[in-house]
């Protein structure tokens, strides 16, 4: 392979494999155009056609709410849901993604906090913070998976959020609690 | 700036078991996401940010003989490539340990190698892809030498510690061990070692530097951010006061941002030669060498006692890892004797430079790797001597350090060892090791005590207190998730007789007055007495009492009458805190940020003060795999007065799981041959997750313990996980007749005989 | 595909790897929206057939693998994160590259895997999480996923577009002195579904036990796969796969051989894992995942003998 080169092409094939059909191009190397639905609004950056979703919101779009913690999947901070379902925005590319992204910033119903927003802060289920955006995403995933309901389920999902200041009981309750909300 | 240390004598406040439970005042922020971390802030100009790459040694030891940077130049949107060549002389900083602020006294991007993972270089991009790609396609030749990875190397230096080290360290040597052990009705002899650690706090290290005009802002993290600006300022050789330093909140820290990289000053230095802001963020792996670790420790204890259990003779030798061209190492035994207080004692400490990145703190550095040796040795003292571990630890109160004969303010440990055995159902254990069990899980009960001195440090804040009735308090201490902001507010707040809610602290930036430096457990030991301080300062202008004393009027309407009396809008007061015993120029100092060497231990007249522990463990290890697994884990402390026990409660928690991970699961690994650490993500650096964390407690006992300090607040961030490691050593030894005395407790260790 | 091409779905291992300069593609073809992939499907035989983009949570949520094919369900339950198992396909998630961390930096010289012929740093480096089955002189670097443990074990098959379409699944991945070539896949070819064999006892009577020293979110020490089916007595069938002991997924055909026929005892699955690791390789920093190995089979057999189904 040539060292020096940066070429990359993305191609996305939307028909059955053998059957032909839709494909879309994405060139090259330098700035492509992508098309988010974030939050519910519609937004449209010029990245580098590597650049991860995260990174889009970050430093492109001014979400800085998700948060970078490893860039490698590896501690849960940048969880974001896409279509309702969470995923980790550093190992997706922006420009592959399809659906509508709920962040942090989109949850709460204007300033009426969501209940898992509210119940972090009534369990302190945080200290420095920095694990939060992408706990509380997960969080909210766990409850509408039906996975708060049995506590070691709980825990194993929630797994996937490394929290270092070890939080993690005060989650777990926080948790637990805002189910009942959740579920009223 | 007129300065005068202000040591006022302790004004009369509550003593007890705690404050309000006060939520975080910065709660809402953090659970929406807001921008208060260092990378999130917006820039102060309207200027394309470009991104840094640290460029990073793939050797351990030698010399850059080129550097080709043609393929990285070609990428377009590569703006800049600083190298040992392109970036001039920036000037290297003392060690933190020797009274400067960096993490390291190795030269920016020297052109000799002494650690893999050194940073010998910056690319600069217009986008963090370029840079990153860029930073693969730079090929270095190097002059490559054998170099020493740790202890057993051929190239490793070993050095007695009191004759290396710059801070006066000297090895305890009292009484006549060798006899006492001789006469022993009982002698422990055993050698434990512990692993390299990573601090890995979610936040990764980044710098974002802005230029406007001749001022320099950096949004960094920190623990110290009058460090970070004296380090930043000398490197770019620019006077102080035109360098600022912010960030509202750090995403943990653990004291991996106590001392300052190279990055920033690099970063800064391409930001003015650009003509731009930039932002570098060091990878993860990145992080591993950049920002000091717990180094890897040795050690040989001897432990003797009579048939009473009365620890006569404690001999314990430690070796620790450092890096080639800096001394770090923590203390001997002096801190450790506390506990129990043998009456014959001798430590040796040594030592051993390898080419390694140099370590620095890392949470309770100087108790977690000696404690777990000496709680160990506690341990099985106690199985020699047919005695309760509990029992053990309860016949050794000590009242006064035995090598310097100061006492202390007081000594809550056996409290703690009775409420943690009653709370924890200690009654329950067979001592018989191998006794218990459920279903398929061996069962062990173990226990260990804690300790932590109070430290304190000089700082230094601004109260502005307007009409309305509302406070803001302002000091550039930082809120590593410790609640240093939420508990300065509940401080002035009680101080002025307002709801907590009146009074918002801004903390995290040098445009604040010095605050404390945010290691060693001191932010609230000593950020509140400044608070109180500035408090009486306002009231005094206001002719009022401190917390409505004497007043039964609703704290808000009399500060607002006292306001329409005095006929002024606002008054803003400055105050300034020593600890007592301080040196003369110890506020001044606090501007240029002298580094360790600005702490004291508290000596309130001739006594000193701990906040004390134990944890009682529950393993449990499958019969036929091995893995372990924590059921339950009970601490019970004491720390003076609770400013907030939420707070408080959380931090102990969070302690006790470092605890748990610190023993279990992390530890940095090195490959001996090519001296690199091959684990350093987040993958493979297993920290506890949600999981590993079943039945946990933190209690805390209230503890009447006055005149080291106005509130008799004692620090309790870094105490929970001193003891942790050996709690869970002894109950595996309980559950399974095998004594773990090399760190990790994991299950590798399970399978090295054929015990179960 | 090749080195020049790559397919594009969960993105997992792609993305993760393209930031560390290990995997340079030249083109990504994302096929996350291609249609009929998505699906788990009854085949005419009794089998499932499971649809190569369908994701690890999906395939771990599916009702007809909780009843009929207990150990898939568990195998993918338990790896990774949720956030990955949302994220990942079964068709990517088969082919995970592996954690060596040798392979994983290209500033480390030495790895046939990313560099033919550039050597096995882990041969004189850090090898504790290795492998100790299906090693060669040129790679020890171990593979990394379970799922794979349940397909091998299950005898499934793999359809793809292109010559490896209707080949068994434990020809796919392959080992020896060309680590750098993973798959019996050719360029370009794509895998679309598995297909599972119809359920019976023995995929009902089935277990997935991992073992690591953290309780979730980590990769296996060891992890075996086990079916089992008992008849009068005496073991009818059994399928054991072994994960984080080898290169590869890994059958234990002859801890099988072992006890077809025999009574399933303590003294049985004790001589059936001797027999799967008598040519393990022996190595100072993993020798104790060869005893760990050994008790996770024989953890396995017997839990899978007393599960009630």
């Not at chain 1, 509380?136 to 309901?149: D, N, Y």
């Not at chain 1, 929290?163 to 309750?173: E, G, L, Q």
């Not at chain 2, 254990?429 to 304190?456: D, F, I, K, Q």
Request: hydrophobic residues 40%; glycine residues 8%.
């Amino acid at each position: 392979m040539d060292e020096e080169s940066k070429e990359l092409m993305l191609l996305t094939v939307t028909a059955q494999p053998d059957k032909g059909g839709e494909t879309r191009i994405v060139e090259g190397n330098r700035h492509v155009s992508v098309n988010l639905d974030i939050n519910g609004r519609q937004y449209q950056a010029s990245v580098d056609i590597r650049t991860s979703l995260l990174d889009t919101l970050r430093e492109h779009l001014g979400l800085v709410g998700s948060k970078k913690g490893c860039d490698h999947g590896q501690c849960g901070a940048c969880t974001v849901h896409i279509d309702g379902e969470p995923v980790l925005s550093c190992l997706s590319l922006a420009v592959e993604v399809v659906g509508r992204v709920t962040t942090i910033e989109g949850l709460a119903y204007g300033h009426v906090l969501h209940p898992m927003q509210q119940a972090f802060i009534d369990h302190d289920a945080f200290q420095c913070g920095y694990c939060t955006s992408g706990q509380i995403m997960s969080a909210v995933s766990c409850v509408h998976q039906g996975k708060a309901e049995n506590v070691d389920e709980l825990k194993d999902f929630m797994s996937g959020n490394l929290c270092r200041c070890a939080a993690y009981p005060n989650i777990v309750a926080a948790i637990k609690a805002a189910a009942l909300k959740m579920g009223a | 700036m007129p300065l005068i240390v202000e040591n006022a004598a302790a004004p009369t406040m509550p003593v007890g078991s705690g404050g309000q439970p006060v939520p975080r005042q910065e709660a809402r922020s953090k659970v929406t996401g807001q921008p208060i971390y260092a990378a999130d802030l917006p820039l102060p100009v309207d200027a394309p940010l470009a991104y840094g790459y640290l460029v990073m040694s793939s050797i351990a030891r030698g010399r850059i003989l080129h550097m080709n940077l043609e393929a990285a130049k070609a990428l377009p949107g590569v703006l800049e490539i600083l190298t040992h060549e392109s970036a001039g002389h920036i000037p290297a900083l003392e060690t933190f340990m020797s009274g400067g602020q960096g993490v390291t006294s190795v030269a920016p991007l020297d052109d000799k190698i002494y650690h893999a993972g050194q940073i010998i270089g910056m690319v600069v991009a217009e986008d963090f892809e370029t840079a990153r790609e860029a930073s693969y396609l730079i090929k270095v030749d190097y002059d490559e030498e054998p170099a020493a990875g740790s202890f057993d190397s051929p190239h490793a230096e070993y050095l007695r510690g009191q004759e290396a080290r710059t801070d006066e360290h000297e090895d305890a040597n009292i009484g006549d061990v060798e006899g006492a052990l001789m006469a022993a009705a009982a002698v422990v002899d055993r050698r434990y070692s512990t692993e390299t650690q990573h601090h890995n706090p979610i936040e990764l290290h980044s710098t974002t530097a802005i230029w406007i005009g001749d001022e320099l802002v950096i949004h960094e993290p920190s623990q110290y951010y009058y460090a970070l600006r004296e380090a930043t300022a000398t490197q770019m050789r620019m006077p102080r006061e035109k360098v600022r330093v912010r960030a509202p909140f750090v995403g943990g820290a653990f004291g991996c941002k106590a001392m300052v990289s190279h990055r920033t000053a690099l970063t800064a230095f391409a930001a003015k030669r650009l003509g731009r802001p930039v932002r570098t963020t060091a990878t993860r792996d990145q992080g591993f060498t950049i920002a000091t670790h717990r180094s890897e420790t040795r050690h040989h204890v001897r432990l003797g006692a009579d048939h009473t259990g009365r620890l006569t003779g404690y001999h314990h030798d430690i070796w620790e890892v450092t890096s080639r061209k800096d001394i770090y190492a923590n203390d001997g035994v002096e801190g450790l004797v506390c506990l129990y207080g043998p009456e014959n004692i001798a430590n040796t400490s040594w030592v051993v430079r390898a080419d390694r990145d140099t370590p620095g703190f890392m949470r309770c550095p100087h108790a977690v790797p000696p404690m777990f040796a000496l709680e160990s040795a506690m341990d099985e003292l106690a199985y020699k001597l047919g005695m309760d571990p509990v029992e053990l630890r309860k016949r050794n109160e000590a009242h006064r350090n035995p090598i310097s004969g100061i006492p202390y303010t007081a000594n809550s440990l056996n409290r703690c060892l009775d409420v943690g055995a009653e709370r924890f159902g200690w009654a329950r254990r067979n001592p018989t090791p191998c006794s218990m069990r459920e279903g398929e899980w061996l069962v062990g009960y173990g226990v260990a005590s804690c300790y932590y001195p109070v430290h304190m440090f000089s700082n230094v804040a601004t109260l502005t207190v307007t009409s309305d009735a509302v406070a803001r308090y302002e000091t550039a201490v930082s809120d590593v998730g410790q609640g240093a902001a939420t508990i300065l507010s509940q401080v002035v707040a009680m101080r002025l007789g307002l709801p907590v809610t009146s009074v918002e602290t801004s903390v995290g930036d040098t445009a604040f007055p010095p605050g404390v430096h945010a290691g060693a457990s001191m932010t609230t030991p000593s950020a509140p007495n400044t608070a109180i301080l500035a408090a009486d300062k306002v009231l005094a202008k206001l002719g009022l009492s401190p917390g409505g004393q004497g007043d039964d009027r609703d704290g808000t309407i009399r500060m607002k009458e006292a306001f329409a009396r005095l006929g002024v809008d606002k008054i803003t007061e400055q105050a300034a805190w020593s600890p007592p015993g301080s040196k003369k120029d110890a506020i001044p100092n606090t501007y240029k940020a002298k580094g360790v060497k600005d702490m004291s231990e508290v000596k309130t007249g001739s006594h000193r003060s701990f906040a004390w522990g134990c944890n009682f463990v529950e393993v449990r290890i499958h019969e036929r795999t091995r893995e372990i697994r924590v059921a339950r884990i009970m601490g019970a402390y004491t720390a003076g007065y609770i400013v907030n026990p939420r707070l408080a409660r959380s931090q102990l928690i969070g302690s006790m799981i470092w605890g748990i991970g610190g023993a279990m699961l992390e530890a940095t690994v090195l490959d001996e041959k090519r001296v690199r650490y091959v684990n350093n993500d987040l993958a493979e650096y297993e920290i506890a997750v949600n999981a590993d964390i079943n039945e946990i407690e933190a209690f805390l006992l209230p503890e009447e313990n006055s005149d080291f300090n106005m509130l008799n607040t004692k620090g309790l961030g870094e105490m929970g996980n001193a003891g942790t490691a050996a709690a869970i050593a002894n109950a595996v030894y309980h559950a399974t007749g095998k004594r773990i005395t090399d760190l990790p407790i994991n299950l590798s260790k399970m399978f090295d005989d054929q015990t179960l | 595909m090749d080195a020049e091409g790559q397919f594009l779905a969960g993105g997992t291992t792609m993305v993760d790897l393209m930031k560390l300069y290990v995997m340079r593609p030249h083109l990504l073809v994302d096929i996350k929206s291609l249609k009929g992939l998505d699906q788990i499907e009854a085949t005419e035989d009794g089998g499932l057939r499971l649809g190569a983009l369908v994701t690890m949570n999906q395939a771990a949520r599916d009702q007809r693998l909780h009843d009929g094919y207990r150990m898939v369900v568990r195998s993918l339950a338990q790896a990774a994160s949720q956030q990955v198992r949302n994220m990942a396909r079964l068709g990517g998630n088969v082919l995970q590259r592996t954690r060596c961390s040798y392979f994983r930096d290209p500033s480390f010289e030495e790895c046939n895997k990313r560099t033919p012929g550039s050597g096995c740093a882990a041969l004189n480096g850090v090898n504790e999480k290795h492998a100790v089955l299906g090693t060669s002189r040129a790679c020890i670097a171990t593979y990394a996923g379970d799922f794979a443990q349940s397909l091998i074990a299950l005898d499934a098959k793999v359809s793809t577009n292109g010559p490896f379409n209707g080949r068994a699944f434990a020809e796919l991945h392959r080992h020896g002195e060309t680590p750098n070539i993973e798959t019996r896949l050719a360029p370009g070819e794509l895998i679309t579904s598995f297909l599972l064999p119809p359920v019976a006892e023995w995929t009902r009577r089935s277990v997935y036990v991992k073992i690591r020293d953290r309780d979730s979110y980590a990769f296996a020490l060891a992890s075996a796969a086990v079916g089992l089916a008992v008849d009068n007595g005496k073991v009818a069938e059994v399928r054991i796969a072994l994960g984080g002991l080898a290169t590869i997924p890994w059958r234990a055909h002859q801890a099988e051989a072992v006890l077809r026929g025999q009574t399933l005892s303590e003294e049985s699955a004790k001589a059936a894992a001797e027999a799967e690791f008598s040519a393990a390789e022996r190595r100072a920093q993993s020798s104790y995942r060869i005893s760990l190995g050994k008790a996770t089979i024989v953890r396995a057999l017997l839990q899978a003998q007393s599960m009630e189904i």
